[in-house]
């Protein structure tokens, strides 16, 4: 593939001015829209609100001790911790089992592309609906899982109110919920991969699983690499399942970083919107380090 | 391919736009505008443009001369959404919440008191209105209260040999309960969910046994919660209950496998198509006699606004949803009990059953009340997660409470 | 494995992650006093259709609603993401990498935290309450992603194609509209999927923005089911149902189109 010409010095200069009149309306987009609520977070974060000064408008700077609350509540190393492994493990098996499904149905037999299509279907619903639906099925005495298991002779498990199992429950239907998009940017990615390399490798005898380890999965790194990074950082925000599944519980079982800084802020008769909003930037800057670790690892590729 | 996409995109956007009606809110009763336009917020998303409710607003915007825009919220939304338009100087000119936020939003500012909104509270019972006041000032008006009683189930009680009167108090109940357990049916459902909601069921039992919510941790407090994680060890409730709303609760009743089923009027109206015979008991105290419970349903309340010439239209909007005849009307289709004498007089004519609920909210307390205000959430969620982690086997009891003691203590100095 | 195989095993896969589904389906079917019935029933066998006449009754205004804000929110993150994707990978702009990262961190803010900053911009501008404000708020979800996406893929267009353009004269906007655009077709349909799906679901947005609207979308139409205290499940989880009809016809005609290349630029980078 030949670049054209290199561009002269009065062409660079015209295509670089080019390149930012197509960027315009995002830029004005990202500050209008994105750029306020940010300030406004991070208003809320340094000032000792009450709902009294959240009205009226005359909330004291405080620096950073909404911060300090935050991190000196027992709350919060269970929180981290269950974050951690919510997303880990969240993430660790929407992943693979997206891949292992884009695998599969790469194999283009009969029913393929609907069958594909069906897998979409979780994502339609809204997630009051969802969240619901596990809900219910994971009832301790109406739900059909356990049922299951009593007709199998085990014993049934407090899925929604054991301390032991609630935050396993909550990351099961993430995983589901998590599947569709993995599996779509996946196999997308899969398609881009020229079918004479696989071609070749049948040539040369490779058995199916070492034609994926060796060849596939390789070239699918950049894809993994954002499927990743997109997904840790949605997976970082999810409150609304755990909410509704849990609400956080029992006694903070399941509660994360997102779960936590919704009901600071929202989900108690008396909201306390500074260590609310404090706990959601601690997040975003969560989310931030693990964006910047992707852009070295990227750049690194890429050199 | 390109133009059956094309063709099928063109189709849907039209599908679409033609189906894009209105769908809610809106103008409500055609009254002359001359007064202009007053908005109402109520956490009744269940009732449409077409239902009684929603035509009552509009003709008492009518009557006064104006007309009424209405939206309905959920409930457990609506707080911050109060508060979000409060700061944003774009609160409605009607509010009505739940009880326990009243005081909140009083706190916030965001309300204005009877001196400033000229309403008459003279003929509503103390202990309803008591949930609406603080610092000596009231903030609302009840539009109905509702609160907590024992269903029971006739057939389940009748078969495990359970004479429902004979259940005056704690020990009674839980002998009863064994009867039924051991008769193959299941105990008592209710909800202990880890929400407001929980709380509110806890209560009855909190108060019935002598426990005062300053002090989470004394012996009375700890016998409740005893109480409860009792029964659930010993299989009289169902582990289900640790997160039950009470809607699901009830459903749990409904199924007709339960004896009991702690639960509010409002369920009145399912209870008669629950397909078995239902009773009704008030719930037992500790050492015998009827337990205080907490007082639930919204009230009427008029939020600040710029221009305070409104407050004579949202009076009298006010005085006409409250008016002895719109009450009765709006009571009744809440299934909620009334919040003034007359009218729940008239509640027991139209329906006898009532009786036992009015003299239930007669017994009834404000959460808010005995001073507590703003106090009262913050003693709430400690507790709530006190009884959810004994429930749940993480806690004894005792410690659940003294640790729910301590969080309390610390968040309301 | 043969071919028949294969499509069994596919069903029994589907047929697995579709069990909630299911379940769901089976909710909607359910009076309300078997539904907590211990043990549960795999079928309605007591079924009504309850559920189903409230939803057709109350509820059709409110989906076309959704599939109007869906198609609005599918035009401006197209219209929005496309040049911006074009850009960052064909005109390379000193700065790019910075705007990338930004792009990043926009997805990560909570949305509860940008509704309450879009209130009170859209409360100032008077946009409160319109269908138009709640299909600029959704593609806030999308855009982000989308330029992402259209980056990605518009990296891989061979150089040649454009530089065949520019011998011919033409412009950078006449090469992003003749040449780039209609080559990108498989990026625009996954981005249009994408931002339907979350415009479909979106609830915080619509309840913050809309909630007083005359046009609501399907997530605040089920709201009617759920009052203050009691809600209608088998109507919540019918109303689901009958959303979800619409949205799955749309996915399979456009699973066709989300194929080769969505990310073939970051493939062969």
């Known amino acids: 593939m030949t670049r054209a010409t290199r561009p002269t010095a009065r062409h660079r200069g015209g295509a670089q001015w080019a390149a930012w009149a197509f960027l315009a309306p995002v830029v004005l987009y990202l500050g209008a829209f994105y750029a306020y609520p940010l300030y406004r977070n991070l208003d809320l974060s340094l000032r000792h609100y009450t709902v009294r000064s959240f009205v009226q408008g005359d909330a004291p700077f405080t620096g950073l001790s909404n911060y300090g609350t935050v991190v000196d509540d027992p709350t919060f190393w269970p929180a981290v911790w269950h974050t951690a492994v919510f997303t880990g493990v969240s993430l660790a098996f929407q992943f693979s089992i997206g891949m292992a499904l884009a695998v599969f149905f790469h194999q283009n037999f009969r029913l393929s592309a609907t069958l594909r299509a069906l897998f979409l279907v979780p994502w339609l619903l809204p997630l009051i609906v969802s969240a619901s639906t596990w809900s219910w099925m994971l009832n301790s005495d109406s739900g059909i899982v356990n049922a299951a298991l009593r007709l199998v002779g085990l014993d049934p498990v407090n899925w929604l109110t054991s301390p032991a199992w609630s935050l396993a429950s909550v990351t099961i239907a993430n995983i589901w919920i998590g599947i569709p998009f993995n599996l779509v940017v996946v196999y997308s990615g899969l398609q881009a991969v020229p079918a004479e390399i696989y071609e070749a490798a049948a040539l040369d005898g490779a058995r199916p699983w070492s034609t994926f380890w060796r060849i596939t999965f390789p070239l699918l790194r950049p894809v993994s690499a954002i499927t990743l990074l997109l997904g840790l950082i949605y997976t970082l925000k999810v409150f609304d399942i755990i909410w509704i599944m849990t609400k956080g519980g029992p006694a903070d079982a399941s509660t994360t970083l997102a779960t936590w800084s919704y009901r600071l802020g929202f989900g108690n008769l008396l909201p306390a919107f500074g260590p609310g909003a404090a706990v959601g930037n601690l997040l975003i800057i969560a989310a931030m380090i693990f964006g910047l670790i992707y852009i070295r690892t990227q750049r690194r590729a890429l050199s | ?413 | 494995m043969s071919r028949g195989l294969k499509t069994g095993v596919g069903v029994v896969l589907t047929a697995i992650m579709l069990f909630p589904v299911y379940w769901m389906i089976n909710v909607s079917l359910t009076r309300d006093t078997d539904m907590r019935d211990d043990p549960p029933h795999l079928f309605p066998l007591h079924g009504t259709l309850e559920g189903y006449r409230a939803v057709l009754d109350q509820q059709l205004p409110y989906l076309g609603n959704s599939l109007l804000i869906g198609l609005g929110t599918v035009l401006v993150t197209v219209a929005l993401s496309a040049p911006a994707g074009y850009s960052l990978a064909r005109l390379r702009p000193r700065g790019g990498g910075v705007l990338s990262f930004v792009l990043l961190v926009a997805q990560m803010i909570p949305s509860i935290i940008m509704a309450m900053g879009f209130y009170a911009i859209y409360l100032r501008l008077g946009v409160l309450n319109s269908t138009a404000g709640l299909i600029l708020a959704d593609s806030t979800i999308a855009v982000p992603f989308g330029v992402l996406i259209f980056t990605a893929f518009m990296s891989g267009i061979p150089a040649e194609l454009t530089a065949a353009a520019r011998i011919d004269g033409a412009g950078p906007l006449r090469t992003f509209w003749s040449v780039i655009l209609p080559v990108s077709r498989n990026a625009v349909v996954t981005v249009s999927l994408f931002a339907f799906l979350w415009a479909w679901s979106d609830f915080v947005f619509a309840t913050t923005l809309d909630g007083g609207g005359t046009q609501q979308p399907i997530t605040l139409g089920i709201y009617h089911y759920i009052g203050n205290n009691n809600q209608q499940w088998n109507a919540i989880m019918a109303t689901a149902v009958v959303a979800s009809i619409p949205a799955t016809l749309l996915l399979i005609v456009a699973q066709r189109y989300v194929a080769a290349g969505v990310t073939a630029g970051a493939v062969k980078d």
């Open chain 2, 1 to 413: 391919m390109r133009t059956k996409l094309r063709a099928s995109l063109l189709a849907l956007t039209l599908l679409g736009g033609l189906a894009a009606c209105s769908t809610s809110g809106g103008d409500t009763g055609s009254g002359s505008a001359a007064g202009g336009t007053y908005t109402i917020w109520d956490p009744y998303p269940q009732y449409d443009d077409a239902s009684a409710w929603v035509q009552l607003l509009g003709k008492c915007g009518t009557d006064a001369g104006v007309t009424v825009k209405r939206t309905g919220y959920d409930t457990s939304d609506l707080t911050n959404k109060a508060l979000l338009a409060a700061q944003q100087g774009n609160s409605p000119d009607v509010l009505i919440v739940d009880n326990p936020v009243v005081s909140t939003l009083a706190e916030a500012g965001v309300l204005t008191t009877t001196d400033d909104n000229k309403l008459d509270i003279s003929a509503i019972a103390p202990n309803l209105v008591a949930a609406g006041q603080t610092g000596g000032k009231t903030y609302g008006i009840p539009i109905g209260a509702n609160t907590l009683a024992l269903y029971y189930n006739k057939a389940v009680l009748t078969a495990a040999g359970v004479d429902p009167a004979a259940v005056k108090d704690w020990a009674s109940l839980t002998a009863a309960l064994g009867k039924v357990k051991a008769a193959g049916k299941k105990g008592i459902t209710f909800s202990a969910i880890g929400t407001e909601e929980g709380s509110f069921q806890f209560l009855p039992w909190y108060w019935g046994s002598g426990a005062d919510l300053r002090k989470l941790d004394s012996p009375e407090a700890v016998s409740a919660l005893s109480l409860w994680n009792d029964w659930l060890k010993s299989g009289y409730a169902p582990n289900s209950v640790i997160n039950n709303t009470q809607t699901t609760s009830w459903q749990e009743f409904a199924t007709g496998q339960f004896a009991f089923a702690e639960n509010g009027t409002w369920q009145l109206g399912n209870a008669k198509k629950a397909g078995f015979e239902y009773g009704i008991i008030p719930i037992p105290s500790k050492t015998g006699g009827t337990a205080p419970a907490p007082t639930g349903g919204e009230f009427v309340t008029a939020p600040v606004q710029k221009d305070t010439k409104r407050y004579t239209t949202t009076q009298k909007l006010i005085a006409c949803l409250s008016s002895t005849d719109n009450a009765l009307a709006t009571d009744t289709t809440l299934s909620y009990i009334a919040a003034t004498d007359a009218v729940q007089t008239k509640q027991v004519a139209a329906n006898a059953e009532l009786k036992v609920w009015v003299e239930a909210v007669k017994a009834a307390k404000g959460r808010t009340s005995d001073n507590l205000g703003t106090k009262y959430p913050k003693i709430s969620e400690p507790m709530w997660k006190g009884f959810q982690a004994a429930l749940s086997g993480g806690k004894s009891a005792q410690d659940a409470f003294t640790a729910a003691q301590t969080s309390a203590a610390a968040a309301t100095k």
